[in-house]
């Protein structure tokens, strides 16, 4: 356990800070921070050592918890599928590529984004989910229909205004496509497009689109491409012949430039559960990811009857997240915002295990 406040204490992941685990946890006043790495798991899957560690914390501390069944208790045996590498129920298959959409030059925000080493803004954007359920429900789409449309049409009117579509990343995982009890990293990416010709049609039309678009791109047999294509990428530099210098290099071009073809990333980790004897002692949850090299990032979460949208962005200005909140109070959700600053863990391959 490591005093953090995310602020003027920094680690660095993997290194004698962590005595070379590529994971965290810290705490400040009464918050348990935890962080990881990407290459050891996902938001699904690191949701599973959220839950122990809060669990064991609070049986520790005398609280009459009891394990549901959700939870790995420190009696829990483990097992090998628990860590397998899911890509590889992808070996020596072949996927075919039709449908996907061809995504053209994104909108970007340079001006707003620079080196992935610098502190971020958070700001926590948090209503009743009953308010947008209700909403969502109303006019027959998810609620990721709605959020992302706003979020990119803030950045639009902030940052776009050209015959360029804002272009989100998101995130899809492929557990439910291929069930596995791996908690290591196992998505694919998608491109949800926020169009110029949205601009000019009312919110729901354009809610009822952004549906219609994600049922297309979400095909089994696409999203098992694009996860085979990025494996079989990743694979061929892991393996590659060259120092670990020129490697680590040459990986974070991969990724840097992969990341910079869309404007912003958006991620859904979905509702974090508990077991109901935890719930009256764990008051708040929130995750936050980082925008990095992006000028933003959005991450959606859900705990008991809240709904979180936790913005992270390098530049002060706060526009983007106003446009936003006003977007969503339009809808007759009412936010409330926290902002704070937020100081990134760092992460150094060549310092792993040092």
Not at 73 to 87: F, Q
Request: hydrophobic content about 35%; proline content about 6%; charged content about 25%.
């Amino acid at each position: 356990m490591l005093p953090f406040d995310g602020v003027s204490t920094r680690y660095t992941i993997g290194s004698k800070d962590t005595n070379g685990y590529l994971f965290l946890v810290g705490y400040h006043d009464k918050t348990i921070y935890m962080e990881y790495q990407h290459s050891i798991s996902d938001g699904r899957g690191f949701e599973e050592f959220i839950r122990c560690v809060l669990f064991q914390y609070l049986k520790n501390c005398g609280f009459p918890v009891e394990n549901d069944g959700s939870v790995r208790g420190m009696d829990t045996r483990w097992s090998p599928e628990e860590s397998a590498n899911g890509y590889e129920q992808l070996a020596d298959r072949e996927f075919s590529p039709d449908g996907i959409w061809k995504k053209p030059e994104a909108v970007h925000a340079p001006e707003v984004q620079w080196g992935a080493d610098g502190s971020e803004v958070v700001t926590e954007v948090t209503f009743p989910f009953s308010q947008l359920h209700d909403y969502a429900k109303s006019i027959g789409v998810s609620p990721l229909s709605v959020l992302a449309p706003l979020m990119m049409k803030a950045f639009d009117d902030k940052f776009g205004g050209t015959d360029k579509p804002v272009i989100a990343e998101i995130p899809v995982d492929l557990r439910p496509l291929l069930p596995t009890l791996t908690t290591r990293y196992f998505i694919c990416f998608i491109d949800l497009p926020y169009f110029p010709e949205y601009r000019d049609l009312p919110n729901d039309e354009v809610f009822r689109r952004t549906k219609a678009f994600l049922k297309d791109q979400m095909q089994r047999e696409q999203l098992l491409y694009r996860a085979k294509a990025a494996a079989d990428r990743c694979e061929s530099l892991h393996e590659a012949d060259m120092p670990l210098a020129e490697k680590m290099q040459a990986a974070q071009k991969v990724t840097t430039d992969f990341v910079l073809e869309d404007s912003f990333l958006i991620t859904n980790v979905g509702r974090f559960a508990l077991p109901e004897s935890c719930r009256p002692y764990v008051l708040d949850y929130g995750a936050i990811l980082p925008c990095a090299v992006q000028p933003f990032a959005l991450l959606i979460s859900s705990y008991g009857d809240k709904m979180k949208l936790s913005v992270a962005q390098r530049d002060h200005d706060m526009q983007v997240v106003e446009d936003l909140c006003a977007g969503l109070r339009q809808l007759g959700i009412q936010p409330e915002t926290l902002s704070y600053p937020f100081v990134v863990t760092r992460y150094n391959g060549l310092e792993c295990g040092m």
